[in-house]
């Protein structure tokens, strides 16, 4: 059982390093970091406060500051005042940044090109299995 374990493992790895791999790719063709093109994808959900972004981002507030700047740079994004609290920064997506968003989900074909080897019965019970993997019974019950 630890053979299948480790070579469970290793799927699961080697699938996560090529999804990302992939994303890296998509974002490249675009002349955007990952990192930039998943701080636009969470603006794409509406604005966020710089704070906001280091928490989904998972990242120091000292790299989203940077990101954010090399974004504004370039017009994808604007950085404004809170007007609740002039200290905090609030930031949105432009129109050039929702484009650019687009553009890096088009070069990302990873996900399609990945589930259409499965038929619909198979992904089915991969929904499924990654609902519970991820902890998420109700849509585990949805898909199976």
Request: charged content about 25%; overall charge negative; some cysteine.
């Amino acid at each position: 059982m630890a053979d299948d374990e480790s070579t469970l493992q290793q799927q699961v790895w080697d699938f996560v390093y090529a999804y990302d791999a992939a994303y890296d790719r998509a974002a490249q063709a675009v002349g955007l970091s990952a990192a930039q093109a998943c701080l636009l994808g969470q603006l794409t959900m509406g604005e966020r406060s710089m704070g906001e972004l280091a928490v989904e981002l998972l990242c120091d507030p000292s790299n989203v500051t940077q990101l954010v700047a090399r974004l504004e740079a370039r017009g994808l994004v604007t950085r404004v005042p809170d007007p609740a609290d002039r200290r905090v920064k609030q930031v949105s997506i432009t129109p050039a940044g929702r484009r650019e968003h687009r553009a890096v989900r088009r070069a990302f074909d990873f996900p399609d090109d990945r589930l259409g080897r499965l038929d619909e019965g198979e992904q089915l019970q991969l929904s499924s299995l990654l609902a519970k993997l991820l902890d998420r019974p109700g849509q585990a019950a949805a898909g199976g």
